[in-house]
């Protein structure tokens, strides 16, 4: 059984997460917030959804007071994307920009609002102009790299990684991300170090472990896979990839003994029984 070409079929290890789960990177501080504007996407605290709702009550008096406000577009715009109203966002982030065409933040974050929208030819143009405009700032390389990888385009993608990581090499986010659009192209002996990398930067980052044993599964190395795939269930129970995985790099070891309860917790989160158990099966049977 080639266990990496069944690996594919399992696992995604271009979920970009930063920590447990998540899909973006962060925000983090950067030219966009010298107007103190909110970039959280914190929506499951309705607290955080009324202070950003009064941010926006209040950026509309000051539109109305000066409708070029470029600035206050633009931080309007922010808030909407916090709420994930997309259009509104993409209306005033075009405004500011039409008002300001040098505003380097606003192309940045209409940038995010496309990718959210899962337009990346449109969210790398406009991260492509932000760069120019202010090509230190590592969350616009970044951000682009993740575009890149989402269509496919992995080497432009660790490209941008480097370079973000060369702006700012404390982002386990950064690392991980690299780490993944390595193993999309089958280096897993580069992708090993960026996720100690990202490991090392956040002790908790689940996804990291998972995908670390996932490479060495794929190089063949089952004692390493199993002992990180324990730490990302150990961080967090409810990772179906992480059972299955196991259940496979167990099968892989000869441990039948261990295999069927984590084919089980794999099935009751949701993980297709079929496929697990053929893939288990063929294992047995290459052994």
């Known amino acids: 059984m080639n266990f990496r070409r069944f690996l594919s079929k399992l696992i995604s290890p271009g979920a970009s997460a930063g920590g447990q789960s998540g899909s973006e990177h962060p925000t983090d501080a950067g030219p966009e917030h010298q107007d103190g504007a909110s970039t959280e996407d914190d929506r499951g ?3 955080d959804d009324r202070g950003i709702t009064d941010l926006i009550a209040a950026l509309d008096d000051a539109i109305r007071l000066n409708p070029q406000d470029a600035v206050a577009h633009f931080r309007r715009g922010v808030a909407y994307r916090s709420l994930c109203q997309l259009d509104r966002a993409l209306q005033d982030l075009n405004e500011a920009i039409r008002i300001d065409p040098i505003l380097a933040p606003a192309y940045y974050h209409r940038g995010d609002v496309y990718a959210v929208a899962g337009q990346m030819e449109a969210a790398i143009q406009n ?7 202010y090509p230190k700032y590592a969350p616009a390389y970044a951000d682009r790299g993740s575009a890149h990888d989402d269509l496919g385009e992995y080497q432009q993608a660790v490209e941008d990684f480097t370079e973000a990581i060369c702006l700012d090499p404390t982002s386990a986010e950064t690392f991980y991300d690299r780490a993944v659009s390595y193993s999309r192209q089958g280096q897993f002996d580069r992708s090993i170090p960026d996720y100690d990398e990202a490991i090392r930067l956040d002790l908790t980052y689940t996804m990291a472990y998972g995908n670390r044993g996932a490479a060495y599964a794929s190089l063949g190395e089952y004692q390493r896979a199993v002992e990180n795939l324990d730490e990302a269930i150990r961080l967090d129970d409810r990772y179906p990839l992480a059972y299955a995985n196991r259940a496979l790099a167990n099968a892989q070891l000869g441990n039948d003994d ?5 084919l089980e917790k794999a099935v009751d989160l949701g993980f297709d029984r079929s ?3 053929e893939g288990i ?3 047995k049977d290459a052994r």
């Open 275 to 277: 496929t697990l158990g």
């Open 258 to 262: 261990r295999i069927e309860q984590d």
């Open 127 to 133: 991260y492509d102009i932000s760069i120019d405009l």
């Open 281 to 283: 099966q063929a294992i």
């Open 45 to 47: 605290d309705s607290q």
